[in-house]
């Protein structure tokens, strides 16, 4: 018997994906399939072998493998189709994938598609990174793969360019493999990370460098060395056998800037509205594609809640639908220099229970400063705050509309 036409497909099976495929069978979805370019589900988590990963989901604190495999057998319990080792090559307009597995390319078709595909660190090549080119320069993620997948060790002591959360994990995980990295640099005055998590460089004996770049990677084969630059202007070499280039995140959104979906230039993902709605009706996203970058349990709430919304509509109740047009909805824009990117982009009329509760907004530097919701000229929101690069701001959606009357609302910080 010919199996009955999938209702949705979702890209990617990660923490988003794969809570957005659990909801939907919860939901009484018949037919859910969740596609994987590698060889096994669980997304990013399945290389970071320390915790704490789960909590918000399984009240439980997991190393990130032991979380992805709950998060795979929570699905494959559900009912959930997980296609492994399938890529998929191309999205195309109405709910339509062509698909890269063993078997060769196929296309397929869904009622939707969650696109949730996730992030990746910015590489050396888009960094502008000058020097020579050795083995050695990698991201967080490859030597995550080194050690926890695959028991490599990429090298013994690198420098660590860097000091998001992720650059401090990544201290963790050269520990674990016995790697000792000989220093941190840190372009600005202070670390990205909220504090302690500097404190986790000191204890493992990594000198913090602030106020200090990464000028060029020397080397022949390997890495040799590194020449850095101080706020005085001061270049000078420090000896290391490798390079790990640690956070700057950005979505993993090829397909839909190689396709057919509005990609928001400031995010990097799918510009898409309360209910994760893409510019082509039939895709939603879900999970850090939306935006770089939030942990894993955001991610899964973010594949929860855009399942729901799909449901919704699916059943025809999303206050949104396949016809909306741009008189029920309302675009967000801004202006200021200082804030980095804001999620959603679109608001739709009317504004219900369903769908995210907040517009997400980061900043490019600390500073102090009020942010306002503007309609025209009218404030409809706004509050003093201090703001710190790569620190989630929420404002509630319910409140910055509350008394718009236009299409059109403009996000401002004016610092103090
Ligand atoms: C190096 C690194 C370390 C991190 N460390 C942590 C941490 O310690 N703690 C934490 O909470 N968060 C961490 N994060 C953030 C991480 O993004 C989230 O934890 C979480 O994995 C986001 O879930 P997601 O489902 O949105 O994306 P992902 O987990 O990235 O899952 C997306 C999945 O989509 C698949 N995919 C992408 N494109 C395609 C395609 N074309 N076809 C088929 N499949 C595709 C990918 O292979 C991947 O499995 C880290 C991120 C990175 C990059």
Excluded at 27 to 48: F, K, M, N, Y
Excluded at 242 to 264: A, N, W, Y
Excluded at 374 to 381: E, I, N
Aim: aromatic fraction near 6%.
């Amino acid at each position: 018997m010919n199996k009955p036409e999938i209702d949705v497909i979702i890209i990617g099976a990660g923490p988003a994906g794969l809570s957005a495929a659990v909801e939907l069978k919860k939901q009484g979805i018949a037919r859910v399939v969740v596609l994987e370019r590698e060889t096994q589900a669980g997304g990013i988590p399945r290389h970071c072998g320390h915790p704490p990963f789960g909590f918000r989901e399984f009240s439980r604190v997991y190393t990130g493998p032991q979380y992805a495999r709950k998060l795979v057998e929570t699905a494959l319990q559900a009912g959930v189709e997980i296609r492994t080792s399938t890529t998929v090559v191309q999205a195309l307009p109405n709910a339509r994938l062509q698909l890269s597995s063993e078997t060769g390319v196929e296309e397929i078709s869904a009622k939707r598609i969650i696109y949730a595909s996730g992030v990746r660190e910015t590489p050396r090549s888009a960094r502008l990174i000058s020097g020579t080119r050795p083995l050695g320069v990698i991201n967080t993620g490859a030597l995550q793969s080194h050690v926890y997948l695959k028991q490599r060790r990429p090298f013994k002591h690198p420098a660590i360019i860097g000091t998001e959360l992720v650059s401090f994990s990544a201290i963790q995980t050269c520990r674990h493999a016995g790697i000792q990295p000989v220093v941190m640099l840190e372009a600005t005055d202070k670390p990205v990370a909220r504090w302690p998590a500097s404190l986790f460089a000191r204890f493992s004996k990594v000198p913090l460098y602030l106020n200090t770049k990464l000028i060029r990677i020397e080397g022949d084969k390997q890495v040799e060395g590194i020449v850095v630059e101080d706020i005085n202007g001061v270049q000078r070499t420090i000896n290391c056998d490798g390079v790990l280039l640690t956070g700057k995140f950005t979505p993993e959104s090829t397909l839909g800037r190689c396709g057919h979906l509005v990609i928001d230039q400031n995010t990097g993902g799918p510009q898409v509205n309360q209910f994760g709605r893409c510019s082509d009706p039939t895709y939603f996203a879900a999970g850090n594609l939306l935006r770089p970058v939030e942990t894993a349990g955001w991610s899964w709430k973010e594949g929860h809640q855009v399942a729901n919304c799909v449901v919704h509509d699916l059943n025809g109740k999303l206050p949104d639908s396949l016809e909306s047009n741009a008189e029920n909805q309302i675009q967000l824009l801004s202006k200021s220099a200082n804030i980095k990117f804001f999620m959603p982009q679109l608001i739709s009329l009317p504004h219900t229970k369903v769908g995210m509760k907040h517009i997400q907004l980061r900043f490019k530097h600390r500073a102090t400063g009020i942010l306002k919701v503007l309609d025209g000229s009218s404030v409809l929101y706004a509050k003093r705050l201090k703001v710190y690069p790569e620190r989630r701001v929420l404002i509630s959606i319910g409140e910055a509309i509350a008394d718009c009357h236009s299409n059109r609302l403009e996000l401002v910080f004016e610092e103090l």
